[in-house]
């Protein structure tokens, strides 16, 4: 049996202001031409399929969009909700929806039959378990002692009859303890969300979802898919994928990587002024890619944003990197200011703004504007 595993598409998301929504469209009519390409059986969805609980119209058509075109294809789908999800929203029309192929567990209401595929090696049962807070787990099985995470999700597996001899899959939207994290992520204060990997260990294959970041934990079969783009600019230096996951008799369970494409990159630049737009420097490149652009630059540059806007459109964030910026100074002067001079106050201003003193020649202007000014005055 062949499996697609992605998560966090996070539908709707804007980033640093910028709509991602055609850069979302793109890749989800790439992920499923590989699914097509690949003759998968099912697309496994591990969480975050919008970016908030209730998403714009527009995320909304997106989202049908994709699964529509999956289930018309005759590719079963298994998805479940995520952090960033309205499990009551994504819940409607479910089970109209399951007729289709589409199998979608969005509110946790305990232990669910697992959804049931086969091929020539028998069948392979697939355990959806959307995200999960102790709250929730507490409010279905009340009786239970459950104050972590972790006792949670683990009370959560263990209400399953799941069979050591079949192959089983599980779908599942936490963060497991080892994973390597981004900024765009949201997890809990102090880790408080973490959980071992040890509650999956019944597993064949766990799709996960939650980091952004492709990457296994501990064995090959215990995976993130990572989100199919980079939503933040710690992620700048990701390769963006998904899991291709085929799985033949018990215990043989094989994963490749396949990289994805977006329309346009996310990444970082650094240079003075001059070096970033001069054409050798962007002539071959992307210049409508998203980017963060560090001027290395000792002088602002006025109107640098709308300046660099007009050779890179898609320039999400500018910085400086330089003597101002990479030290922070205090006052410790111990004379009164009225003790001296306008022309002293001011140098200490800049040093202290700049961390480099004024030059000659700013000295002069500075002292001719004074001046200036005191003569008006009189």
């Given at each position: 049996?062949?499996?697609?595993?992605?998560?966090?598409?996070?539908?709707?998301?804007?980033?640093?202001?910028?709509?991602?929504?055609?850069?979302?469209?793109?890749?989800?009519?790439?992920?499923?031409?590989?699914?097509?390409?690949?003759?998968?059986?099912?697309?496994?969805?591990?969480?975050?399929?919008?970016?908030?609980?209730?998403?714009?119209?527009?995320?909304?058509?997106?989202?049908?969009?994709?699964?529509?075109?999956?289930?018309?294809?005759?590719?079963?789908?298994?998805?479940?909700?995520?952090?960033?999800?309205?499990?009551?929203?994504?819940?409607?029309?479910?089970?109209?929806?399951?007729?289709?192929?589409?199998?979608?567990?969005?509110?946790?209401?305990?232990?669910?039959?697992?959804?049931?595929?086969?091929?020539?090696?028998?069948?392979?049962?697939?355990?959806?378990?959307?995200?999960?807070?102790?709250?929730?787990?507490?409010?279905?099985?009340?009786?239970?002692?459950?104050?972590?995470?972790?006792?949670?999700?683990?009370?959560?597996?263990?209400?399953?009859?799941?069979?050591?001899?079949?192959?089983?899959?599980?779908?599942?939207?936490?963060?497991?303890?080892?994973?390597?994290?981004?900024?765009?992520?949201?997890?809990?204060?102090?880790?408080?969300?973490?959980?071992?990997?040890?509650?999956?260990?019944?597993?064949?294959?766990?799709?996960?979802?939650?980091?952004?970041?492709?990457?296994?934990?501990?064995?090959?079969?215990?995976?993130?898919?990572?989100?199919?783009?980079?939503?933040?600019?710690?992620?700048?230096?990701?390769?963006?994928?998904?899991?291709?996951?085929?799985?033949?008799?018990?215990?043989?369970?094989?994963?490749?990587?396949?990289?994805?494409?977006?329309?346009?990159?996310?990444?970082?630049?650094?240079?003075?002024?001059?070096?970033?737009?001069?054409?050798?420097?962007?002539?071959?490149?992307?210049?409508?890619?998203?980017?963060?652009?560090?001027?290395?630059?000792?002088?602002?540059?006025?109107?640098?944003?709308?300046?660099?806007?007009?050779?890179?459109?898609?320039?999400?964030?500018?910085?400086?990197?330089?003597k101002r910026t990479q030290t922070v100074q205090e006052i410790t002067g111990a004379e009164r200011p009225e003790e001296r001079t306008p022309l002293e106050l001011f140098r200490d201003l800049y040093e202290l703004q700049n961390n480099q003193p004024m030059s000659r020649e700013q000295e002069d202007f500075l002292t001719a504007l004074m001046e200036e000014i005191w003569e008006g005055r009189s």
């Amino acid at each position: 049996m062949k499996l697609l595993h992605c998560s966090d598409l996070h539908i709707g998301k804007r980033v640093n202001e910028f709509s991602m929504l055609e850069d979302q469209r793109y890749i989800l009519n790439q992920i499923s031409e590989l699914a097509l390409l690949e003759r998968v059986d099912a697309v496994l969805l591990a969480g975050d399929l919008y970016d908030k609980p209730i998403p714009p119209a527009e995320a909304v058509g997106l989202l049908d969009e994709f699964l529509t075109g999956l289930a018309r294809a005759g590719i079963q789908v298994l998805a479940i909700s995520g952090n960033h999800d309205s499990p009551e929203r994504l819940s409607f029309a479910a089970r109209l929806m399951e007729d289709q192929g589409v199998h979608l567990a969005a509110l946790y209401r305990g232990a669910e039959a697992p959804v049931v595929l086969a091929d020539e090696h028998g069948p392979v049962n697939f355990y959806l378990l959307p995200y999960l807070k102790p709250a929730l787990v507490r409010h279905v099985y009340p009786e239970a002692e459950i104050a972590s995470y972790e006792q949670a999700v683990k009370y959560a597996v263990d209400q399953w009859q799941i069979d050591p001899g079949s192959r089983n899959v599980l779908v599942a939207h936490q963060f497991v303890l080892g994973g390597s994290t981004c900024e765009s992520e949201e997890l809990s204060v102090g880790g408080l969300d973490q959980i071992s990997a040890q509650v999956f260990e019944r597993f064949d294959y766990v799709a996960l979802g939650h980091l952004h970041g492709p990457q296994k934990i501990g064995r090959e079969t215990l995976r993130y898919s990572g989100s199919p783009l980079k939503y933040s600019f710690s992620e700048a230096g990701h390769e963006k994928s998904v899991c291709l996951v085929e799985m033949g008799e018990k215990g043989r369970t094989e994963v490749r990587l396949v990289p994805l494409k977006p329309l346009r990159d996310l990444r970082e630049v650094r240079g003075t002024y001059e070096q970033v737009t001069a054409k050798s420097f962007y002539d071959g490149t992307n210049t409508r890619d998203y980017l963060h652009i560090t001027l290395t630059d000792e002088e602002d540059v006025p109107e640098a944003m709308g300046r660099l806007r007009a050779i890179y459109p898609n320039l999400m964030k500018l910085t400086y990197d330089n003597k101002r910026t990479q030290t922070v100074q205090e006052i410790t002067g111990a004379e009164r200011p009225e003790e001296r001079t306008p022309l002293e106050l001011f140098r200490d201003l800049y040093e202290l703004q700049n961390n480099q003193p004024m030059s000659r020649e700013q000295e002069d202007f500075l002292t001719a504007l004074m001046e200036e000014i005191w003569e008006g005055r009189s």
